[in-house]
Every structure is written in C-alpha cells, then in structure tokens.
C-alpha cells in the first residue's frame, strides 16, 4: 500500500519560510518523480515543483525564486523548502508520485498540508 505524508505546515507571517516534506511508502521512491501542488481555497490545483528521478527541478512560475525542492532517496523523502512567503501562497500543499512505465503511468497522492500565510 502506497502512502505518501506531508508535514511542515502551519501559520508563517509573510516574508517567512516553511520547509515542507514529505515522506513515502510501500514504493520504489528512486524510481518516481515527485512533485508539490497546491490548492487554494475556490481555485484550480497549481504544480508548484517538480524533481525528476535523476535530481533536475522544474518550478511553476507563480513561486520561481521562492522555492526549493529536494529529495533524498534513501530516506524516500521530497523537501519543498520555501521563502519570501506571501499571504497568496497560502493553500494547502500535497504531495505527488509520479512514475511513467511503457504500460502504464502510476500517480499516487498524499493528504495534504495546510499552508497559512498570515500577520
């Protein structure tokens, strides 16, 4: 069974950081790209960051030069480090597996972590 946890969350004042992370579980993690998304109240879900299997990032443009993701296989674990926080970054943030096969493509979710950005 697969599981994917975020944590890290929480209430920032703006111009803070919060490291979110996110761990995974019954899945080969090294095999999997991982990604953060997010999802504000009454809003479309927004791709935040992406790291590829072999280590190379990508950002969406809404939080590029805020934003760190990061990974560590051996502990199946994706970091999403982010700075210079702003009240519209706040959403909640969900982790994302993603691993593309010739036969198939397999997505798996985590919960989500609440993000609130707020003096």
């Known amino acids: 069974q697969v599981q994917l946890v975020e944590s890290g969350g929480g209430l920032v004042q703006p111009g803070g950081s919060l490291r979110l992370s996110c761990v995974a579980s019954?899945?080969?993690?090294?095999?999997?790209?991982m990604r953060w998304y997010r999802q504000a109240p009454g809003k479309e879900p927004e791709l935040v960051a992406t790291?590829?299997?072999?280590?190379?990032?990508n950002y969406g443009d809404s939080m590029k030069g805020r934003l760190t993701i990061s990974r560590d296989n051996a502990k199946n674990t994706v970091y999403l480090q982010m700075i210079s926080l702003k009240p519209e970054d706040t959403a909640v943030y969900y982790c994302n597996a993603r691993l593309v096969t010739v036969s198939k493509e397999y997505l798996h979710w985590g919960q989500g972590t609440q993000v609130t950005v707020s003096s």
């Open positions: 019954g899945l080969t993690f090294s095999r999997y790209s």
């Open positions: 790291i590829s299997s072999g280590g190379g990032t």
